[in-house]
C-alpha cells in the first residue's frame, strides 16, 4: 500500500462504495480502525452488543499479507467502550493477518 492508498481510505466506512457516501452517516456508530492495512478506516458497529465488540473482527482486504484474506482488529481492554449513540465511540487495533 502507498501513500495514495492510505489517503483513499482515511475516513472511509469499511464495505461502502466510495460514492456517493463514502463518509459516516450522522445516525450510524463507529469503531476506528488503527494500524494495518485498513488503518483509517471506520467500522459500522450500529445495533452490536457489547460482547460483539469485546470479540473484535476479522475484515476481509486484499490490502494485507494475503490478499482476499482477513486484517484482524480488537478493541484494547484499557480503552473506552462505547456508551451509546451516533459517531465514534471507540478504537479496534490492527493484531495481525490471516489467510
Given at each position: 500500500m502507498n501513500?495514495?492508498?492510505e489517503?483513499?481510505?482515511r475516513g472511509r466506512v469499511y464495505?461502502?462504495?466510495h460514492d456517493p457516501h463514502p463518509g459516516p452517516l450522522p445516525h450510524q456508530t463507529y469503531a476506528?480502525?488503527?494500524g494495518g492495512p485498513l488503518d483509517g478506516l471506520l467500522l459500522d458497529i450500529t445495533g452490536w452488543r457489547p460482547e460483539e465488540i469485546d470479540d473484535?473482527?476479522?475484515l476481509m482486504t486484499e490490502?494485507?499479507?494475503?490478499?482476499?484474506?482477513?486484517?484482524l482488529y480488537d478493541p484494547r481492554p484499557d480503552d473506552p467502550r462505547p456508551a451509546g449513540g451516533p459517531g465514534v465511540v471507540c478504537r479496534f487495533y490492527y493484531s495481525g493477518d490471516t489467510p
Open positions: 501513500a495514495d492508498d489517503q483513499l481510505l464495505g461502502c462504495d476506528a480502525l488503527v473484535g473482527v476479522a490490502l494485507g499479507r494475503w490478499p482476499g484474506g482477513r486484517a
